[in-house]
C-alpha cells in the first residue's frame, strides 16, 4: 500500500463536543474552541441549538444534519477530525450506536472522544429549578392561581417538616425537606414578579440576601476581624443594628413564631442589649411567667427550648407508645 492509500485509510478523529444550558452560549472553554476550528467538519442534527449563532460569528461552519454513527465513522475516514455538537437534550441514540460499532469488532473505528466544552458552576441547578417554575406559574391551573398569602401554611408545613427531618438524622429526609422549603422561596418570588406595584425576582431576592451577609460579615470581606464565634455574632448585632435603627432591642421580633421561641428571642435581645428587664421567678404563680423564666434560663444556657422540649415530647411519645404495646 502506498502512502497515499495509507492516509486515505486512517480512522481518523470524532469528538462529541458537549455544552450546558446553564452556562451563557459561547462561552467555551479554549479546548473546545480548538477542536472547532481545526475540524474537517462540525456537525450540528439541532437547527436551534443555542450556540450556533455564536459558532458562526466565530467564523465556525456547521453542517446543520443528523449523521448515523455509522456515517460519522465514514466521515472520519482519511485522518479527518469530525466534531459533532449533538442536541442540547443529548443524543443517547448516536452514542449507543456508536458504542455497539466499537464492541462489533468488525468496524474500524476512529479516536472517539468526549470533550465538554463548557462545565456548570456550583449552583448551576438552581437555574433549572427557576425555569421549571417558570414554566409551572404559567401552565399549571393550580399554580397559576396562588398567592403569597395563600402558600403561607405551606411555608410552614414544609419548614416543620424540615426541623423534623433534620433532629431525627435522617439525610434523604433532609435533603428532600430542604428542596421543599427551597420551593417555596423560588415559588413566592416568583409570584412576587407578577405585583403591579412593587415586583420583585429571585434575582433580587438573592441579591439582598448576598449583600447582607457581606455587610454583615466584616471579618470576611472587609478589614475588621474575629477569632471566635462570640466575636463574629458581635460584629452582626452591631451591624444589624445599625441598619435597621430600631427604637427598641424587641423590634422586628416576630410574635406569631411559637411561644417558647418567643420568649427566648425576647430574653436573648434583653441581656444582649443591656437591658435591665429580669425574666419573671421560676417560683411565680402564674403557669406563664413560670414557662417563660425556664425558656429564659434555656436562653442564657444556649440551649434552644423549643427543641429540647420537642425532645422531651418525642421520648414522652415513645413512652406513650410503649404503655399502649405493654397493656
Known amino acids: 500500500m502506498n502512502d497515499n492509500a495509507a492516509a486515505d485509510a486512517r480512522p481518523g478523529r470524532l469528538v462529541l463536543l458537549t455544552t450546558s444550558h446553564r452556562v451563557a452560549p459561547g462561552l467555551l472553554s479554549w479546548p473546545a474552541w480548538r477542536v472547532l476550528r481545526d475540524a474537517d467538519l462540525v456537525v450540528c442534527p439541532d437547527s436551534a441549538h443555542p450556540q450556533l449563532p455564536y459558532l458562526r460569528e466565530a467564523g465556525v461552519e456547521v453542517e446543520r444534519s443528523a449523521p448515523t454513527g455509522r456515517e460519522l465513522v465514514d466521515l472520519a475516514v482519511g485522518g479527518r477530525t469530525v466534531v459533532v455538537i449533538p442536541s442540547a437534550d443529548g443524543d443517547s441514540s448516536l452514542t449507543d450506536e456508536l458504542a455497539r460499532l466499537a464492541g462489533s469488532g468488525r468496524v474500524r473505528m476512529p479516536e472517539l472522544e ?6 456548570d458552576l456550583p449552583g448551576a441547578r438552581l437555574l433549572d ?21 395563600g402558600l403561607v401554611k405551606y411555608l410552614i408545613e414544609e419548614a416543620y417538616e424540615l426541623v423534623e427531618a433534620i433532629e431525627d438524622g435522617d439525610r434523604a429526609a433532609y435533603r428532600e425537606e430542604l428542596g421543599d422549603v427551597l420551593l417555596q422561596v423560588v415559588f413566592h418570588a416568583r409570584i412576587a414578579q407578577e405585583d403591579s406595584e412593587e415586583p420583585f425576582s429571585i434575582d433580587d431576592v438573592a441579591g439582598t440576601i448576598v449583600d447582607k451577609l457581606i455587610r454583615r460579615h466584616p471579618h470576611v470581606f ?7 464565634p462570640e466575636e463574629v455574632k458581635e460584629h452582626w448585632l452591631r451591624t444589624k443594628a445599625a441598619e435597621k435603627r430600631r427604637d427598641s432591642v424587641t423590634d422586628g421580633i416576630p410574635l406569631d413564631q411559637p411561644a417558647l421561641a418567643l420568649a427566648a428571642k425576647l430574653a436573648g435581645r ?25 425558656a429564659a434560663l434555656a436562653e442564657r444556657q444556649g440551649v434552644d427550648p423549643e427543641a429540647a422540649l420537642r425532645s422531651a415530647a418525642r421520648r414522652y411519645r415513645d413512652a406513650i407508645r410503649t404503655a399502649e404495646r405493654t397493656e
Open 222 to 228: 472587609g478589614a475588621e476581624s474575629a477569632e471566635t
Open 129 to 149: 429549578l427557576v425555569a421549571v417554575m417558570d414554566r409551572i406559574r404559567a401552565e399549571c391551573p393550580w399554580s397559576g392561581r396562588q398567592t403569597g398569602e
Open 270 to 294: 434583653a441581656r444582649t442589649g443591656g437591658v435591665a428587664a429580669p425574666a419573671p421567678a421560676h417560683d411565680s404563680e402564674d403557669l406563664g411567667d413560670r414557662l417563660l423564666a425556664l
Open 114 to 119: 468526549l470533550l465538554p466544552a463548557s462545565y
